[in-house]
């Protein structure tokens, strides 16, 4: 047991209180239970972390469960095998409802049916989104750093996976990853309304206008157009050129707004109420308070603790037991 004063160095120079350091150690989450994409190209220190983040996450989501009533798991794991990705993406959209409407909001649909959504710390942007299965809640992390229509996309690709692959009894390889950017791409943008839209041989300008509607980037709607067979691979080609030209590789231009918590957000505005604050779960976790921000998009908790209203939206679902 080496001194406090070694100890309260060590805390300061990881970035955590003390008491983290003597309390009981964070549930490891298996390496093999997220859905790491492209795991080879992570450094084992980013993977290590990133799985401490999913720990955490699983933390917050316990100490959220045992104080507030929070929407029930109702995401469904499919057979392996049952339907290919597009046929999974069109059966899910079925059981919930969603007909082929664009999805308004893919993170505030994903809580409303029991999925625990979390983002990376911006010093872990190297890491894509990831997802898991604990305890019988399916978790997504997604990463705030790439464009909002991309953190759609993810959000879209993790469920494929949390559906798809729930038994996640093997590695996550690149069939996987295929089948679950198929499944996303479905989800977000279903083949039924995107040939609808009059976009056959859709150039350019078609592309942004359009993209708007299902909150994709303008990449991603070149590509699903030529998958569809909508556009020739001349045309295809010619787009993401002049898309690349354009700066759309990297991100959108004049983009989505990003899509945050909005559980996260009418939980802290719930606990408000009863006088608990950021702070307060942070003292009970063992972690400082910018530790719990950067897991929660950094939001509620600007409601919480700058003093501001709790936001006026309606807060369905959610009491304090
Ligand atoms: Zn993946």
């Given at each position: 047991m080496p001194p406090s004063s070694t100890?309260?160095?060590?805390?300061?120079?990881?970035?955590?209180?003390?008491?983290?350091?003597?309390?009981?150690?964070?549930e490891a989450l298996p390496a093999g239970a997220p859905s790491f994409r492209a795991v080879s190209k992570l450094r084992a220190g980013q993977e290590r972390a990133a799985l401490t983040s999913g720990a955490l996450a699983i933390e917050v989501n316990r100490w959220l469960?045992?104080?507030?009533?929070?929407?029930?798991?109702?995401?469904?794991?499919?057979?392996?095998g049952a339907d290919d990705p597009v046929g999974a993406a069109r059966r899910l959209r079925a059981e919930w409802g969603l007909g082929y409407a664009p999805l308004k909001n893919v993170v505030h649909l994903l809580e409303g049916r029991g999925v625990r959504v979390f983002s990376l710390p911006e010093?872990?942007?190297?890491?894509?989104?990831?997802?898991?299965?604990?305890?019988?809640?399916?978790?997504?992390?997604?990463?705030?750093?790439?464009?909002?229509?991309?953190?759609?996309?993810?959000?879209?690709?993790?469920?494929?996976?949390?559906?798809?692959?729930?038994?996640?009894?093997?590695?996550?390889?690149?069939?996987?990853?295929?089948?679950?950017?198929?499944?996303?791409?479905?989800?977000?943008?279903?083949?039924?309304?995107?040939?609808?839209?009059?976009?056959?041989?859709?150039?350019?300008?078609?592309?942004?206008?359009?993209?708007r509607?299902?909150?994709?980037?303008?990449?991603?709607?070149?590509?699903?157009?030529?998958?569809?067979?909508?556009?020739?691979?001349?045309?295809?080609?010619s787009t993401c050129r002049r898309l690349s030209q354009m700066g759309y590789r990297s991100g959108e231009i004049n983009g989505a707004p990003r899509e945050t918590s909005r559980l996260l957000?009418?939980?802290?505005?719930?606990?408000?109420?009863?006088?608990?604050t950021l702070a307060d779960v942070a003292r009970d976790m063992h972690v400082l308070p910018?530790?719990?921000?950067?897991?929660?998009?950094?939001?509620a908790l600007t409601a919480v603790d700058g003093g501001q209203q709790p936001s006026t939206r309606p807060r369905p679902n959610l009491r304090v037991v």
């Open positions: 100890v309260d160095v060590l805390a300061r120079e990881l970035g955590v209180p003390s008491a983290f350091l003597y309390a009981d150690e964070l469960e045992a104080r507030l009533r929070l929407p029930a798991a109702s995401v469904p794991t499919y057979e392996r010093r872990l942007a190297d890491v894509d989104a990831f997802s898991f299965w604990w305890e019988g809640a399916p978790y997504v992390v997604l990463n705030t750093r790439k464009s909002a229509e991309r953190g759609r996309f993810d959000a879209a690709h993790e469920l494929g996976h949390l559906v798809m692959h729930g038994d996640y009894d093997q590695p996550v390889g690149r069939d996987k990853e295929r089948d679950a950017n198929r499944f996303a791409a479905e989800f977000l943008m279903p083949a039924d309304d995107v040939l609808s839209r009059g976009l056959r041989n859709a150039g350019v300008e078609q592309v942004l206008i359009a993209k509607r299902w909150g994709v980037a303008a990449i991603a709607l070149a590509y699903r157009l030529h998958e569809l067979g909508a556009t020739s691979d001349w045309l295809y080609a957000e009418q939980s802290f505005a719930a606990l408000r109420q009863r006088k608990v910018d530790t719990l921000r950067e897991l929660m998009f950094g939001l």
